[in-house]
């Protein structure tokens, strides 16, 4: 008889729940092979699985042992000492070893080293997975190519501090060992999981073969390390390139386990994947006694997820990247094994009925196999949100969801992933809660409140967020909602809910707005949940570069004969013209607003704008500043965000214009600088950006994003510029302010030049601060660090200035006009917001 779901209510509480310790093992988990299940004559429907499938694990394998060997040979060059006393430590060792059991060790390596791969090769073949040990053989063959490849590039090619230590003695022996990374390569590829004692054996062996190189002084350690991270990332790589033998069992190996557990299916089909997560239909009959047909009219009963080992590891670097870059204190794991998601996924199917919340019943769940799990839940008719007509999301489903979502807050269950595809409507319009595969019971707050702000704009997503807002403030109360506020950004939702809200990015400031609307009295400032910023990392690699490029030309430098012959006068000239710089900065921001901005307020806000830049990239951080200090001066947003654009426009024209020019007159002059800019370079440049944009314009993603950025930047531009030119007095302070930042910091430059020494015609520099500050302006790091100083360097070197001169000039000159305006920036911008002037 199959169990009702009041049984398997009053079983699951009989018994302790799966991996409870101390409790009886429920009846989920107890195997009953006595009698034979209806599931030998049930029926599935289902495409045929692929026999081979690319595991992401083996990709995030090969990569760790790619890291693995560029991580010894950076230690091998950073610590040489460490390593070559290490080898030292163990030949010393060796000499005290018995030498009966060292050349025991060496006979027992040298031939089983070979002859135990060979005879797992053979078992292998014995049991029909020929083509495991052909994938194997494919691997051994590249790790030996690589191997012989690598040796005969890496002794005249690498460093000899690299070198010395990968190698024992000098030139003895190759660094990479042809005789242990292939067999590492085959082992690697055809698998020894589940067979512990091939397993014991085959490194036994290996193990052996590297004690021998270590005592026979013709291996190092750190030859022996690369050389295991090798063969490991030839190995996973070859598996993941072919791909390894699908182990997820078959539908019918599904319905096999249900019948462990009591059900009776009688036919089953394969439903959509939800994110790659296998799910069947299965229909049970009622009374049916086992040996009985099939009944054509029984009834979709269950659906029953299954989840399968090798899917444990999709999506992990995801996991671990929010994991580490957000402070949500989640329990969440990235790595994940099949035991712990199928108690998870149970533990919260279970106290999410048990807190009156509508969800599907768990009604079982069972091993199916070695490399699968699944979890019966009851089959409940209806649709998802995302499936949903708008027709059919009124205000009592809305209410009803809410009800169900204030049942699990109560009971501070967290769902973690409350998207369209989480929430189901049933037949009769009742909301349900779904696809609990990553919730947490016992939640903290912050957890509790990322679940509101997601459920908020998952809904805004298709009904709007006044509506949104409504229904849930009739239940929760406008007071709950209040702590979503501060948690509406785009980092606090899911992936899926993000790249929906690109087409509407105003929607998390209407929740906002609605929210306010009910509690006026809302903090509303966002909570900081990023450890770092995305920007950081690349920041850090730019400061990384630069410090790669500057570093090795300072030590070439006599920095203090340098700084000792210095001109100091023109060490103040360039101060002059940086402080020009935010005199310039501001007339050009008041010439494009057609309302009267005090000067020095103006200037004041230009020099915050250098300390705000450290964390920012330059053009974003003065666009941002200006248009905050625009509206806090009392022009409306649009018109504000219109005047700081046409200055920035107007800017842009007048670089692209100076570039051109000044380019076209240093090509033509007969100046020793002709290699650095002439017309033809000039042309080149142009022709390789317009191409470059073409190309980037044909890819559909990002045009619209380029469109996108440049409708939101510039809307309203031309209607601002043409109230400026009503105002000749406007049009020449716009206009003046452009030209004469330009040739403040063309004069800091060419001041740091002769301050050291230097002379460049003036044309030269004025085309080389216009290429470094372009490129300073693309690049995504505060200030442009690392692009600016590159290309200043690059540019004064080919106009023919000697590399230690120009590296002095670059440095100056950045001190000058980046680093020491930080500190009194800072107190700009200290003082302005205190004033509430930004």
Not at 9 to 33: F, I, L, M
Not at 54 to 59: L, M, S, V
Not at 158 to 180: F, K, N, Q
Not at 615 to 641: C, D, F, H, K, S
């Amino acid at each position: 008889m199959t169990p009702t779901h009041d049984n398997a209510v009053d079983r699951r509480q009989a018994g302790t729940a799966p991996g409870e310790p101390g409790g009886r093992e429920p009846r989920a988990q107890r195997p009953e092979p006595a009698e034979p299940t209806p599931a030998a004559a049930a029926t599935v429907d289902e495409p045929s699985l692929p026999r081979r499938i690319r595991r992401p694990g083996d990709a995030i394998r090969f990569a760790a042992s790619v890291a693995g060997v560029a991580g010894v040979l950076l230690l091998v060059n950073i610590a040489q000492g460490t390593t070559q006393g290490l080898q030292t430590d163990i030949r010393e060792g060796t000499e005290r070893a018995p030498h009966v059991l060292l050349g025991l060790a060496t006979l027992v390596s040298s031939f089983g080293v070979l002859a135990v791969p060979v005879a797992f090769a053979v078992e292998r073949l014995l049991r029909r997975e020929g083509l495991r040990v052909a994938v194997g053989l494919l691997a051994a063959v590249i790790a030996f190519a690589l191997t012989v490849l690598l040796d005969g590039w890496e002794i005249p090619a690498a460093p000899g501090g690299v070198l010395d230590s990968l190698i024992w003695g000098g030139s003895r022996t190759a660094p990479l060992h042809t005789d242990i990374t292939p067999v590492i390569a085959f082992v690697t590829a055809v698998g020894t999981a589940g067979r512990p004692r091939w397993q014991a054996a085959i490194w036994t062996m290996i193990g052996l073969a590297a004690l021998t190189g270590l005592t026979a002084q013709y291996a190092s350690v750190s030859a022996l390390a690369a050389t295991y991270f090798l063969g490991r990332a030839i190995g996973y790589g070859t598996l993941y390139a072919v791909g390894a033998p699908n182990p997820r069992p078959p539908g019918a190996a599904v319905l096999a386990a249900l019948g462990r557990l009591g059900l009776r299916p009688v036919r089953a089909r394969r439903l959509p994947d939800r994110d790659d997560v296998r799910r069947y239909g299965v229909a049970v009959e009622d009374g049916r006694r086992l040996g009985d047909p099939p009944h054509p009219d029984a009834e979709w009963r269950l659906e029953v997820t299954v989840l399968d080992r090798d899917q444990q590891t999709a999506g992990m670097l995801y996991r671990v990247w929010r994991l580490v870059r957000l402070r949500d204190r989640s329990t969440r794991r990235a790595v994940r094994s099949l035991r712990r998601s199928l108690e998870q996924e149970s533990l919260m199917a279970y106290a999410l009925h048990a807190a009156g919340a509508r969800t599907p019943q768990l009604l079982g769940t069972c091993e199916v196999g070695t490399e699968a799990a699944l979890l019966a839940y009851e089959h409940v008719p209806g649709r998802t949100l995302d499936a949903l007509d708008d027709a059919e999301l009124t205000d009592e489903f809305l209410t009803d969801l809410w009800r169900q979502f204030g049942l699990m807050q109560e009971a501070r269950l967290a769902h973690r992933r409350l998207e369209q595809g989480s929430v189901l409507r049933d037949d009769s319009g009742a909301a349900w809660i779904v696809d609990l595969r990553a919730g947490e019971t016992a939640a903290n707050d912050l957890l509790l409140r990322l679940d509101l702000a997601q459920l908020l704009t998952t809904l805004a997503l298709r009904v709007g967020a006044e509506r949104s807002v409504g229904t849930a403030a009739a239940v929760l109360g406008a007071r709950a909602l209040a702590g979503a506020v501060p948690l509406l950004q785009p980092v606090a939702l899911n992936r899926g809910t993000r790249a929906a809200l690109r087409h509407d990015r105003e929607l998390l400031t209407r929740i906002r707005e609605q929210i306010l609307r009910l509690e006026p009295e809302t903090e509303a400032a966002p909570v900081r949940l990023e450890r770092f910023r995305p920007s950081t990392i690349v920041s850090i690699v730019a400061l990384t570069i630069a410090a790669y490029i500057v570093f090795p030309q300072l030590s070439d430098v006599d920095v203090g004969g340098l700084v000792a012959n210095a001109h100091w006068w023109w060490v103040l000239v360039g101060i002059a013209g940086a402080a020009a710089s935010y005199l310039a900065a501001a007339w050009m921001l008041m010439g494009f607003v057609p309302e009267r901005l005090p000067l020095v307020r103006t200037v004041l806000v230009q020099l915050a704008a250098s300390f705000v830049k450290l964390v920012a990239p330059a053009a974003v951080t003065g666009v941002a500043l200006n248009t905050r200090y625009l509206q806090r001066a009392g022009v409306r947003p649009g018109p504000a965000v219109a005047s700081v654009s046409a200055s920035q426009l107007i800017g842009l024209a007048m670089h692209v214009l100076l570039l051109v020019l000044f380019g076209f007159v240093t090509g033509s002059t007969g100046t020793a600088t002709e290699n650095l800019a002439p017309s033809r370079m000039i042309v080149i440049v142009l022709l390789a950006v317009a191409v470059a944009a073409g190309a980037a314009a044909m890819v559909p993603p990002i045009r619209r994003l380029a469109a996108d950025r440049l409708r939101s930047m510039f809307s309203g531009v031309l209607p601002r510029l043409a109230d400026v030119l009503q105002s000749p007095r406007k049009l020449i302070t716009g206009f003046g302010g452009t030209l004469l930042l330009t040739a403040s910091f063309v004069l800091c430059l060419d001041a740091s030049i002769r301050a050291f020494g230097g002379e460049l015609a003036w044309t030269s520099v004025v085309v080389v601060f216009l290429t470094a500050n372009a490129l300073g302006s693309a690049a995504p790091t505060p200030g442009g660090l690392g692009a600016v100083e590159g290309a200043l360097s690059v540019g004064l070197t080919i106009s023919g200035l000697p590399a230690e001169t120009a590296t002095s000039a670059v440095l100056l000159f950045r001190l000058l006009t980046f680093w020491l305006p930080v500190l009194p920036g800072w107190g700009a911008f200290a003082y302005l917001q205190r004033k509430e002037i930004i």
